[in-house]
């Protein structure tokens, strides 16, 4: 399973997050620092992408 790293923009503190056995089409999940639901993409990109999913 793919392994996705990445940051969150959305809080002061620093540090990578790393999001494990992610389904290889992408999933949603919720982020660490900032608790707000994520769309995580393995292919997307060099090394995957995860982008905060905005509540409407």
Same mark, same amino acid.
């Given at each position: 399973?793919?392994?996705?790293?990445?940051?969150?923009?959305?809080?002061?503190?620093?540090?990578?997050?790393?999001?494990?056995?992610?389904?290889?089409?992408?999933?949603?999940?919720?982020?660490?620092?900032?608790?707000?639901?994520? /769309?995580?993409?393995?292919? /997307?990109?060099?090394?995957?992408?995860?982008?905060?999913?905005?509540?409407?």
């Amino acid at each position: 399973m793919p392994v996705v790293k990445a940051e969150c923009g959305r809080r002061d503190r620093g540090g990578e997050i790393t999001y494990t056995g992610v389904d290889p089409d992408g999933e949603l999940r919720n982020c660490p620092d900032c608790g707000c639901e994520v /769309a995580v993409d393995p292919q /997307a990109g060099d090394g995957g992408k995860v982008i905060h999913v905005e509540a409407e």
